[in-house]
Structures are given as structure tokens and as C-alpha cells.
């Protein structure tokens, strides 16, 4: 059924395992250029926004997309989450997520 | 209060009221059996029934009543019901908030079910329920998320529950005090007792391990030492402690963890076992 499907969170290093696949990405805005952003996720990753995408340089921003070939993301859904992120909180949930990977991810 | 609130609004309003004097013990579920388990949705999307009424249990422990966080990715008004589909990232479910049209305008503030919107944070707790082959959480209380962090702070919580169930409370099964208690208690007394509580002085005590490796453990950095009296204290034997027991048991952060072993790994003091993420201490 479509509900047995997963975004599994990721941070820069696992950009290569996800490529052309679904992921959650939590990160730091650095920079914003029109539909452009670098993101401050372990590491810099780059993410193409969609139109509704309304982010602040320097807030916390969760990203739902796909991985480009390039290692670059297609948004489809952001949420700006604003000061007050606890970046080591969320990559702990990255590793721990791949620690774990059946309570987390469906692979298919 | 929460559990055993549940009840009024939980199954279609006021059902179960008759059954709390003991009357139906065949319903099954004693209060001293309620449990709140933070589950992710693909651990009750894995869920099998086995056959219909089959009791809901994950990790070979029954659980009557879920807690999970996720996203809103839409809302459905319905005629006795309001239904959201919550993805956590994990997988998708139905959430159903049951309406007593009645106490529309009455509704105790918490549940604010007409105030949450698509694309909103929620918590939830409720009971999973199967309708036709389908699986839905049929919810006592939804309630918008503040603080993001708490997202990822149920994640982790669901993680440590099914370690819990599946491998055994950490530190469990020695002197060390209980879990989550706060990393100090661990090294107050076993090891490095001859001075009390301070780590800090590792060449001393009679702890795990030859002097050798004392003095070697004490030219590292406080963060490893902290490690490494975690790894000597705990039951893992030659099956080594994983990285997120270490992580629940010392407060460190994974980062600080993975850089203490990458310092002990390079002194000797600790080795790799099961993975990349497990180390026992090398003793010889």
C-alpha cells in the first residue's frame, strides 16, 4: 500500500546511498538564492526549492525530496523550523536510523 | 490520568464506562497492564494479525496504547470523526479523532482538534486499530507540536524502547545503577573507586585492565575516559556495547562518542566487535 512508504532522514554523507530515492533532510539554511539553498546538514548540501518554499537563512529547515544524480536535492516539501534546532539531536536520529533501519525504513 | 481518560472518548463514546467495575474481566486488559509505548508508524504498519482480536504486540511485548509524532499530510471532516494522515517519515498512517458533535464547543483545550492544519507537527496517543485489513490510530488526544526537537526526541525514544524490549535495559544485570539515571552513577563506585566519583583520575584504581593500559587511558581525553570506565561497567562481555547504549548511558553525543573511540581505538584500549558502532575493551 502506498502508507508502507518511508523518507528516511539523512545528513550530507548518506547522499550517495539515496540517490533518485525519497529523503528527510534537517539542516541549517546557509545560504538562499532565489530557488536555490545551501544547507548545513554534517556537511553542505545543495537544494533546488520548490515555489511554495518561504526559508530564512539561519533557521533550521526540514526538506522532503529526492537525491539528484549530482548529489543535490529536488524539494518537494520544506517546513522552516525556525531557532532553537538541536542539530546533534536530529544527525543522532540520522545514525540511529541506519543503525536501526527496520523500525525506520522500507527498502524497496 | 491519560490511560485511563481514554477510555470516555476512545471507542465511539461511553462504551466502555460498564466494564471499569470488573465486571467484564473478560475483556482482558487490567489497568495494571496499560502500557504507552512511542512506536514509529512503520513498527505498527509491521505489525501482523495474525488472526482477527489478535492482541497487539511489538518486540514480543503486548501494548494496549501508541504514542507517535509525525507530520499532517491531510485533513478529512468527517461525520463522527476527523481523520488525518500522519507520516512520520517512517510510513503513513490514519489517525481517526472521534467527535462527540455535543461537546463541540466544549472540548477540553488539549485536543484543539479544529485548530491543525496540513503540514503541522503532531503528537498523538491512542490505540491501533484494524477496520477491513486496514490499520488506523484510533486517537484520544492529538496535539500540535511546539518544539521540534520533541520529533526527533521520539524517534530516538522509540528506538530506545525496542532496544529496551529486545536487548535488556542498559547496564542492566550489574552494579551500575538503573537506566537513564544520569551517566554519573555509573562511576561512582565500580572501578575507579578508590577516590569517589571524579573519572578524571583514571591512572588510578584497581578498575578493568592491566596498568599499561591505565596510563594510556590516561593521557586520553576526558570524553574517552568517560567511554571507556562505560564500556569497562557494562555486561556486554566480548559482544562489546553498541554506540547508542553508550550514547543513553554517558549523555555524550554521538559525535563525541565516535571521537573517543576513534582516541581509544588508536591507544588500544578498545577494539570493534559486531560492527563499526560496537567496541569492547581490549584486554590482554
Known sequence: MDNKSSTPRITCAYLSQYVGKLVTVVGKVVQLRGEEATIDADGTIHAFLNREAHLSANNGVQLIGKVNPDLSIKVLSSVDLGQGVDYNLANAVVEVTHRYKPLFVYEN | ?284
Open chain 2, 1 to 284: 490520568m491519560a490511560g485511563y481518560g481514554g477510555y470516555g472518548g476512545g471507542d465511539g463514546g461511553g462504551f466502555m464506562s460498564g466494564s471499569q467495575q470488573g465486571g467484564s474481566q473478560a475483556g482482558g486488559s487490567k489497568y495494571a497492564d496499560e502500557s504507552l509505548r512511542p512506536v514509529t508508524i512503520k513498527q505498527l504498519l509491521d505489525w501482523e494479525e495474525t488472526f482477527p482480536g489478535a492482541e497487539l504486540a511489538i518486540d514480543g511485548h503486548p501494548v494496549t496504547q501508541v504514542t507517535i509524532v509525525g507530520q499532517v499530510r491531510s485533513v478529512k471532516p468527517q461525520p463522527t470523526n476527523i481523520t488525518y494522515r500522519i507520516d512520520d517519515g517512517t510510513g503513513i498512517i490514519d489517525v481517526k479523532k472521534w467527535v462527540d458533535s455535543e461537546a463541540q464547543g466544549g472540548e477540553d483545550g488539549g485536543s484543539g482538534a479544529g485548530a491543525i492544519a496540513p503540514d503541522a507537527f503532531v503528537r498523538v496517543w491512542g490505540r491501533l486499530k484494524t477496520l477491513g485489513g486496514k490499520k488506523h490510530v484510533s486517537a484520544n488526544f492529538i496535539r500540535q507540536i511546539e518544539d521540534f526537537n520533541e520529533v526527533n526526541y521520539h524517534l530516538l525514544e522509540a528506538t530506545y524502547v525496542h532496544l529496551f524490549f529486545t536487548k535488556g535495559a542498559p547496564g542492566s544485570g550489574g552494579a551500575t545503577k538503573q537506566e537513564g539515571g544520569g551517566g554519573d552513577n555509573m562511576f561512582v563506585d565500580q572501578g575507579y573507586g578508590a577516590g569517589g566519583g571524579d573519572v578524571a583520575m583514571g591512572g588510578a584504581g584497581p578498575g578493568g585492565g592491566n596498568s599499561a593500559m591505565q596510563a594510556r587511558l590516561a593521557t586520553c581525553s576526558r570524553n574517552a575516559q568517560i567511554m571507556c570506565n562505560f564500556i569497562n561497567n557494562s555486561p556486554g562481555g566480548t559482544e562489546g556495547v553498541n554506540l547508542l547504549v553508550i550514547a543513553q548511558g554517558t549523555r555524550m553525543s554521538v559525535r563525541d562518542i565516535t571521537n573517543a573511540a576513534d582516541e581509544l581505538l588508536g591507544q588500544g584500549i578498545i577494539y570493534t566487535t559486531q560492527d563499526d558502532e560496537t567496541w569492547a575493551i581490549l584486554d590482554y
